[in-house]
């Protein structure tokens, strides 16, 4: 009979413990910023045209918020996959984010601080016994500022189960007529028009209402091209950018098939080719259908960071330049796939003022293939400027 458990008690010895810190070796440049947003398939002016980011109130480039995750060495899944579970994969579940206020500019170096935090073992449909493990990444620029935290939540399972359930069998892409793709990218146009009208102007507190609703968001169609290009926006990815973690993937638990030398810095100087995760490692199963399918997804699939970005950046070009989103706490159901679009929708459910003192507008956000399955929802929660209230009359 195949034993069907997963062994996670290694896990415990690393909770509450610091690992080491991720930290760039240059300073940042305007153009990982433009970087990013082209990956990320955003098209906010503001972190990209120069004319345009000059006439804003930043007076220069400035990251998207999203840009954060980028600077760390593993996107942010370091804290959140410590310890050894034998013959394991991970994909990423969700991510919680604060942000405090400081925005990142050319010329930062920042820094994160990472805590592995908890873990929960649940039965799950796609692999039986399923590890959900959290950890912290602390953001901060070289004036030590705090710039965000990210709670980021990682799936690991093992990978020869989710293959015996059969949870994903879709390994063909869809096709769309040439009719489809024209219709698709007028549909991008809604939020890229929304944000060009809206423009430097402010969104003001006062005018949003509950029950509004934000302007669909839409890209697309994934490939595996597009999901290349994500993943080389990330930072790390580019030899010799970062001061390499100490990973040993097999110690770790990782099939040996999967486990490779993605990030190790000894391999880096010798053959960087095995180190940046497109070609060999934990993550070619984006990149490559016959690896995606032995862990147990059915064909080329998209970064659970990304999908965090997507999220952060829809709500991020809603607000404005004016605008700071405060807190998001998304729940990954399922990744991208090639051949598939994404379409994102949001509404307003509430005003309040939050624990800072601040007032906040609170968004619901779905993202959902255009074939209607959710891939997850996000409650984010959006700092807006008030109106100054007209100054009061002098009596004589």
Known sequence: MTDKTLDCSDLDQHMGKPIQEAKQKEKLHNNEFRRWAQAMHYPNLLHYDHDYSKASRFRKLVAPQSFAVATDDGHGAGPACVGRIPNSHLIFGGDEWWFYGPR????????????????????????????FQRGDNNYQNQKGELIAK??????????????????LTNTED????????????????????????????????????????????????????????????YLFTNWGSTHRPVIDMEALGYDPKMAGHENDGVMERI??????????????????????RYIGMPRG?????SMGAWILDYLAGWAGEWGMVTHVNSAYRGPAFTGEATIMTGSVVDKIVDEEGRDVVQIDVKMASHLGV??????????????????????A
Not at 273 to 279: I, K, M, N, P, R
Not at 374 to 395: F, S
Request: aromatic fraction near 10%; glycine fraction near 8%.
């Open 271 to 292: 053959n960087p080719e095995l180190t940046d995760g497109a070609y060999i490692g934990p993550s070619r199963g984006h990149l490559f259908p016959r690896w995606a």
């Open 301 to 305: 699939y998209g970064y659970g960071a």
């Open 174 to 233: 869809p096709e769309w007529t040439d009719e489809a793709l024209e219709q698709l990218e007028e549909q991008k146009l809604e939020f890229i028009n929304y944000m060009h009208d809206l423009g430097h102007k402010k969104k003001y507190f006062e005018d949003v209402k509950v029950g509004d609703k934000l302007p669909t968001r839409v890209f697309g169609v994934h490939s595996i091209a597009s999901f290349a290009t994500e993943w080389r926006a």
């Open 374 to 395: 959710t891939m997850a929802t996000a409650k984010g929660e959006v700092l807006l400027p008030k109106k100054k209230k007209p100054a009061a009359k002098k009596t």
């Open 150 to 167: 990210q709670r980021s939540t990682a799936i690991r399972y093992r990978h020869d189960l989710a293959l015996e359930k059969g949870a």
């Open 104 to 131: 990142i500019v050319a010329g930062d170096l920042i820094t994160n601080e990472k805590i592995p935090l908890d873990y929960v073992v649940k039965e799950t449909k796609f692999a039986g016994p399923t590890c």
